[in-house]
């Protein structure tokens, strides 16, 4: 089955400055991955995807870039702000999603 | 549009008892899924339908667990009987499409304890 590896586990930023998450995934199948993010006691939710027939997408200050060679898909948040502190998920599959283990984003004000 | 509702928020039950965790998919939705959620194992699916029948349980840890579907508005999880290691937080998603056409929509979960 699918293997998802998200880097780093916690990070923290400075309000402003700009934030990467990475992922890898092993399955050559997998054709969708989306990012998710998870406020406490909250379910995760959707704040941008890529399919497999795209590179790179952006919305605002959020972006994602997909390497299908490389097999390896990134999240960027530019302009940080405190409200976008909490845990992000990767996930990829086709018929099936397989979630990272997260990475906790904490903006200081 | 209201979103994936789950009942209940929180369940506290003792080792040996049935729980039973309910799910309302977005209406119109025609694919559901259950996952679980712990700090050791992160997010894992255990079931999902479509149309209201099972298409992949292989997630499902045993067979103390069962899910069903007896409509496109309803969901549950049953756990029968409970153990200390069920505890974790379950989530309900749901999707209009399967996820290469349609993202999935979570509901804020049922966090469970058993004692």
């Known amino acids: 089955g699918e293997n998802v590896e998200q880097h780093p586990s916690t990070l923290s930023v400075q309000e402003g400055d700009s934030a990467v998450i990475k992922c890898t995934y092993s399955?050559?199948?997998?054709?969708?991955f989306p990012w998710y993010k998870q406020e406490l006691g909250k379910g995760p939710q959707l704040i941008i995807d890529?399919?497999?027939?795209?590179g790179e997408k952006k919305d605002q200050r959020i972006a994602v870039t997909l390497n299908k060679t490389a097999k390896h898909f990134s999240l960027h948040i530019t302009e940080t702000q405190p409200e976008d502190s909490a845990v992000y998920f990767c996930a990829a599959g086709a018929n099936n999603l397989f979630f990272g283990t997260g990475t906790r984003l904490t903006v200081i004000p | 549009d209201a979103g994936v509702i789950q009942s209940p928020r929180h369940e506290v039950t003792e080792m040996g008892q049935e729980v039973t965790l309910r799910c309302k998919p977005i209406?119109?939705?025609?694919?559901l899924f259950w996952y679980r959620q712990t700090m050791m194992r992160g997010l894992e699916l255990l079931i999902y339908f479509n149309n209201n029948v099972p298409i992949d349980d292989s997630g499902m840890p045993e067979d103390r667990f069962s899910a069903k579907m007896p409509n496109a508005s309803f969901s549950t999880l049953k756990i029968q009987p409970s153990e200390p290691r069920d505890s974790a937080v379950y989530f309900c998603a749901s999707s209009r499409d399967s996820i290469s056409n349609q993202p999935q929509h979570f509901g804020d979960g049922t966090r469970l304890s058993i004692l």
């Open positions: 209406s119109g939705h025609d694919y």
């Open positions: 399955d050559s199948a997998s054709n969708y």
């Open positions: 890529i399919r497999s027939n795209v």
